[in-house]
């Protein structure tokens, strides 16, 4: 998990609210990435990001947003339009974004809508 | 479209034995395969990866994986389990060229028994 933070641990959001997802990399990488973790579902992936100001859908985008105005910072957005957010949420960054690079993940949050 | 297959939920060995823990993948080219292991409630940790070269790679504590292309498959192995390597295990591929997303499988729980 080094490098990498992802706040908060835990979250919990009422039905119809909005919430922010922190991840921050002091590894000086160009891409990250957010992915969604379910029960033997395996990793799908919301965003991903190449470079600071270009972002990507991916997979399972609706109802997520995300921003990429520093290169350190990648916040995802659970938007009341996400029908079934109950997930772990695994940030990641590499290097580059290239076929060949390992990514490195954060610790995760867990997100619960009561 | 790529795609990777871990055809056991659940892997169970004796600590002092060998492990295996299987994965099949399908992509056009040739493949990057990875292998990552979970610990509950933390992140991914990238164990090893094969890009080109020796068919068989050696990674994290001890850890190797055999790259079979006639059989597509990219199995994780180590000669002798440990109590400590009981996780979960995600194989990954990625297409070769360019940036194109990383797939990663459903995961494998290991349970290595005292």
């Known amino acids: 998990d080094g490098g990498i933070t992802q706040s908060p641990k835990y979250l919990f959001r009422k039905e119809g609210q909005n919430v922010t997802l922190s991840c921050e990399q002091n590894?000086?990488?160009?891409?990250m990435y957010w992915y969604r973790q379910d029960p033997g579902q395996g990793l799908r992936l919301i965003y991903y990001?190449?470079?600071?100001?270009?972002?990507q859908k991916g997979d399972i985008a609706e109802g997520y947003s995300v921003s990429r105005e520093k290169k350190e910072s990648f916040p995802l957005t659970v938007t009341s339009a996400q029908k079934n957010p109950t997930a772990f949420y695994l940030c990641?960054?590499?290097?580059?974004?290239?076929?060949?690079?390992?990514?490195?993940f954060g610790p995760g949050t867990r997100l619960t809508v009561l | 479209a790529q795609s990777v297959a871990q055809p056991e939920d659940q892997v169970n060995v004796a600590e002092g034995n060998p492990l295996t823990v299987k994965c099949t993948y399908s992509?056009?080219?040739?493949?990057?395969l990875f292998w990552y292991v979970q610990y509950p409630n933390r992140g991914l940790q990238f164990l090893l990866k094969?890009?080109?070269?020796?068919?068989l790679v050696k990674g994290s504590y001890g850890f190797e994986a055999e790259f079979n292309k006639s059989q597509t498959s990219f199995h994780l192995k180590k000669p002798s389990a440990l109590v400590s390597d009981s996780a979960l295990y995600f194989c990954?591929?990625?297409?070769?060229?360019?940036?194109?997303?990383?797939?990663f499988g459903t995961g494998t729980k290991l349970q290595v028994i005292p």
């Open positions: 590894l000086n990488h160009d891409a």
């Open positions: 990001s190449q470079i600071v100001n270009d972002f």
């Open positions: 094969y890009i080109t070269g020796d068919n």
């Open positions: 990641a960054s590499s290097e580059f974004a290239g076929t060949t690079d390992t990514q490195y």
């Open positions: 990954a591929v990625s297409p070769p060229g360019g940036y194109q997303k990383v797939t």
């Open positions: 992509v056009s080219g040739n493949p990057y």
